[in-house]
């Protein structure tokens, strides 16, 4: 039975359909953590994840994806398929997905990680689908976008969870621009290691891509999300980090591009969500509305809870509850004009199914 916390934030459980996507140990002697999280037009729900097949962020992983499908009120999952397989002692790792609704295509951004316990470095590869999921291109490497950069960043991270097509600016040559956030640090043994977001972002529909904005390395920013608001402003949310100039590890932090990802603004913490040491996801949805899935809980990895902000991301207000008990990391997806989705893990990292729940947006604040 999973653990129920007394320190409950709210009263209120937000009614769900809850599938299993993943069981505790399927394909894996160890977890499945880490998600990647897109619909297409076709509503095919892509869930990707890591299949760690020893505990470890730099053990050997295969990475993996199920297509779901919701029909009549039921959420139905495909077999899994294996995108990169880590039988040989690859770690393949941190899908981040992100979909060009233009040309009907699903990007999957992941890493190999060199794999020592320093995780000095990482090679950057995508993959496409033009069928919704079913078949993908060969592996592209662009690991290459990231060298030379300024603070001397060898280990780069994709999102997680998704990446966004630019729809409201004001110059319409950037409207179609695919974006995708980026974290990035030396290696763990290095000190300071440097933590820092970045986002990479492609004007020919992904034949070039091309690094855009950095933020956040005196703040050691690490894992982060992005959606862009009605006005066309981007909003980047980031988990917070370890070592110096600052402990930033239980906090996270926001701030503002305004030119499509070429700059960011001031950066600040986001007090709606401090004693929050875990990954979050976030959605843009109603226009300026934006909903995050986050950790509740102010000493453990529980209460993952769903918050919404009617201001561009400045201010969150608590809707409600989606699980009580422990949890870990989690991405949102609209499924459709009255639904919305979220991918979660669901109980103690070694132990824990992934779970996807379907939420109508007629029971929830928005």
Same mark, same amino acid.
């Given at each position: 039975?999973?653990?129920?916390?007394?320190?409950?934030?709210?009263?209120?459980?937000?009614?769900?359909?809850?599938?299993?996507?993943?069981?505790?140990?399927?394909?894996?002697?160890?977890?499945?953590?880490?998600? /990647?999280?897109?619909?297409?037009?076709?509503?095919?729900?892509?869930?990707?994840?890591?299949?760690?097949?020893?505990?470890?962020?730099?053990?050997?992983?295969?990475?993996?994806?199920?297509?779901?499908?919701?029909?009549?009120?039921?959420?139905?999952?495909?077999?899994?398929?294996?995108? @990169?397989?880590?039988? &040989?002692?690859?770690?393949?790792?941190?899908?981040?997905?992100?979909?060009?609704?233009?040309?009907?295509?699903?990007?999957?951004?992941?890493?190999?990680?060199?794999?020592?316990? @320093?995780?000095?470095?990482?090679?950057?590869?995508?993959?496409?689908?033009? &069928?919704?999921?079913?078949?993908?291109?060969?592996?592209?490497?662009?690991?290459?976008?990231?060298?030379?950069?300024?603070?001397?960043?060898?280990?780069?991270?994709?999102?997680?969870?998704?990446?966004?097509?630019?729809?409201?600016?004001?110059?319409?040559?950037?409207? /179609?621009?695919?974006?995708?956030?980026?974290?990035?640090?030396?290696?763990?043994?290095?000190?300071?290691?440097?933590?820092?977001?970045?986002?990479?972002?492609?004007?020919?529909?992904?034949?070039?891509?091309?690094?855009?904005?950095?933020?956040?390395?005196?703040?050691?920013?690490?894992?982060?999300?992005?959606?862009?608001?009605?006005?066309?402003?981007?909003?980047?949310?980031?988990?917070?980090?370890?070592?110096?100039?600052?402990?930033?590890?239980?906090?996270?932090?926001?701030?503002?591009?305004?030119?499509? /990802?070429?700059?960011? /603004?001031?950066?600040?913490?986001?007090?709606?969500?401090?004693?929050?040491?875990?990954?979050?996801?976030?959605?843009?949805?109603?226009? &300026?509305?934006?909903?995050?899935?986050?950790?509740?809980?102010?000493?453990?990895?529980?209460?993952?809870?769903?918050?919404?902000?009617? &201001?561009?991301?400045?201010?969150?207000?608590?809707?409600?509850?989606?699980?009580?008990?422990?949890?870990?990391?989690?991405?949102?997806?609209?499924?459709?004009?009255?639904?919305?989705?979220?991918?979660?893990?669901?109980?103690?990292?070694?132990?824990?199914?992934?779970?996807?729940?379907?939420?109508?947006?007629?029971?929830?604040?928005?």
């Amino acid at each position: 039975m999973m653990e129920q916390y007394s320190e409950v934030v709210t009263e209120t459980i937000i009614p769900q359909n809850e599938t299993l996507v993943w069981d505790a140990h399927e394909l894996t002697e160890a977890s499945h953590h880490v998600y /990647g999280l897109t619909a297409t037009d076709n509503g095919i729900i892509l869930a990707f994840t890591e299949a760690r097949l020893k505990p470890g962020d730099e053990a050997p992983h295969h990475l993996v994806l199920k297509r779901g499908n919701f029909s009549n009120g039921n959420m139905l999952w495909n077999d899994t398929q294996i995108i @990169e397989n880590g039988d &040989d002692g690859h770690s393949w790792s941190n899908p981040a997905a992100l979909y060009d609704r233009l040309n009907k295509t699903v990007f999957i951004f992941y890493v190999l990680n060199e794999g020592s316990r @320093e995780q000095i470095s990482t090679k950057v590869y995508y993959r496409l689908s033009k &069928d919704d999921g079913v078949t993908w291109s060969l592996r592209v490497d662009i690991s290459d976008k990231f060298d030379n950069n300024e603070l001397g960043w060898t280990f780069h991270m994709p999102g997680p969870g998704h990446g966004i097509q630019l729809r409201n600016q004001n110059d319409q040559n950037r409207n /179609g621009r695919l974006i995708m956030p980026f974290w990035h640090r030396k290696a763990i043994t290095d000190k300071p290691r440097c933590y820092g977001n970045s986002l990479l972002y492609s004007d020919d529909f992904g034949k070039t891509w091309n690094m855009g904005a950095t933020t956040g390395f005196r703040l050691n920013m690490n894992e982060c999300r992005i959606e862009e608001v009605a006005s066309g402003k981007i909003v980047l949310n980031s988990r917070g980090g370890p070592g110096a100039p600052l402990n930033t590890s239980k906090f996270r932090f926001r701030t503002f591009s305004t030119d499509a /990802g070429m700059s960011f /603004g001031e950066t600040e913490m986001c007090p709606s969500f401090e004693y929050c040491n875990c990954d979050a996801g976030m959605l843009q949805i109603n226009g &300026d509305t934006l909903l995050m899935s986050s950790l509740a809980h102010k000493s453990e990895r529980a209460q993952l809870s769903l918050y919404k902000s009617s &201001d561009n991301g400045l201010h969150w207000g608590l809707i409600g509850v989606i699980h009580t008990g422990q949890a870990q990391y989690s991405d949102l997806v609209e499924i459709d004009d009255k639904h919305i989705g979220i991918l979660y893990g669901k109980g103690v990292l070694a132990n824990q199914p992934v779970m996807f729940s379907v939420i109508d947006k007629s029971t929830i604040d928005l």
